[in-house]
């Protein structure tokens, strides 16, 4: 069966940086649309970062400061997280989709915590 498995946050000063990554199994990596989502508490699950073919996007709030990437050899997406701040404190969810109306697939999510 399909899995997802974060790793990777935890506890970092404003202006540092993590690396989170999402270990998958079960489907076709390499046609598949991989996502990070993050959701803080008291706020809706917004879209951060989508890589799908050789392209990749990023919500406003991220774009020069995250970065996602993908090895299709090893079925893993991984987003670089720099110069973090406050507000990118969440639990952050990796998921998988095959095409728009497809079925998502999501991960149990890590815990990023940006604080001093």
């Known amino acids: 069966q399909v899995q997802l498995v974060e790793s990777g946050g935890g506890l970092v000063q404003p202006g540092g940086s993590l690396r989170l990554s999402c270990a998958t199994s079960g489907f076709t990596f390499s046609a598949y649309v991989l996502s990070w989502y993050r959701q803080a508490p008291g706020k809706e699950r917004e879209l951060v970062a989508t890589s799908s073919g050789g392209s990749t996007n990023y919500a406003d709030s991220v774009k020069g400061r995250f970065t996602i990437s993908r090895d299709n050899a090893k079925n893993t997406v991984y987003l670089q997280m720099n110069s973090l701040k406050p507000e990118d404190t969440a639990v952050y969810y990796c998921?998988?989709?095959?095409?728009?109306?497809?079925?998502?697939?999501w991960g149990l999510g890590t815990q990023v915590t940006v604080s001093s």
């Open positions: 998921n998988a989709k095959r095409s728009p109306l497809a079925r998502d697939y």
